[in-house]
T-cell receptor, first 111, second 113 residues
Framework: GENVEQHPSTLSVQEGDSAVIKCTYS??????FPWYKQELGKRPQLIID?????GEKKDQRIAVTLNKTAKHFSLHITETQPEDSAVYFC??????????FGKGNQVVVIP | EPEVTQTPSHQVTQMGQEVILRCVPI?????FYWYRQILGQKVEFLVS????????KSEIFDDQFSVERPDGSNFTLKIRSTKLEDSAMYFC???????????FGPGTRLTVL
């Protein structure tokens, strides 16, 4: 089955700086790559996603890039703010829908 | 905006007891999933359900687990005889046909004593 690896496990950034989280996946059939933000004790919230026919997608301060050849995708957060502090999970799936998650990345934005 | 709901928010049970976790999907969603998250770990897939059948299940989803849609609105996960290691947050997720996005419920925290 699909195996998703996520690095680094913890990331601390100064407010206003950028944060980048990288994920790799194993199954070349995967074609959908969502990113979820999870605050402590709450549900995972979809923040951005990308499909395999697109190389990059941007939504305000958040962007995701996908390299299908290398089987990796990254989340970019620019101008970080304290409310960006959370755990971020990447995931991958084929159309059948079973999400395979990475281990998560704790992002800490230091005011 | 419609959301997936789950009940109860927290369930405490004794080892060996049966528990039923409930989910109410978003109304036009046809694909349903259960995931679990052990404290501090990643979210793990348990089972997917479509058209009143299990579509796929993981190795975690053994004979102690079952799912059903008893009344056309609720989607339930039953654990027949709970073990200590079943303690986790259980999330229901749903999606529409032809769309990839899965929307997660708030979760049920299961504590097995």
């Amino acid at each position: 089955g699909e195996n998703v690896e996520q690095h680094p496990s913890t990331l601390s950034v100064q407010e206003g700086d950028s944060a980048v989280i990288k994920c790799t996946y194993s199954d070349s059939a995967s074609n959908y790559f969502p990113w979820y933000k999870q605050e402590l004790g709450k549900r995972p919230q979809l923040i951005i996603d990308i499909r395999s026919n697109v190389g990059e997608k941007k939504d305000q301060r958040i962007a995701v890039t996908l390299n299908k050849t290398a089987k990796h995708f990254s989340l970019h957060i620019t101008e970080t703010q304290p409310e960006d502090s959370a755990v971020y999970f990447c995931a991958a799936t084929s159309f059948e829908g079973r999400l395979a998650f990475g281990k998560g990345n704790q992002v800490v934005v230091i005011p | 905006e419609p959301e997936v709901t789950q009940t109860p928010s927290h369930q405490v049970t004794q080892m060996g007891q049966e528990v039923i976790l409930r989910c109410v999907p978003i109304s036009n969603h046809l694909y349903f999933y259960w995931y679990r998250q052990i404290l501090g770990q990643k979210v793990e897939f348990l089972v997917s359900f479509y058209n009143n059948e299990i579509s796929e299940k993981s190795e975690i989803f053994d004979d102690q687990f079952s799912v059903e849609r008893p009344d056309g609105s609720n989607f339930t996960l039953k654990i027949r005889s709970t073990k200590l290691e079943d303690s986790a947050m259980y999330f229901c997720a749903t999606r529409r046909a032809s769309y990839n996005e899965q929307f997660f419920g708030p979760g049920t925290r299961l504590t097995v004593l």
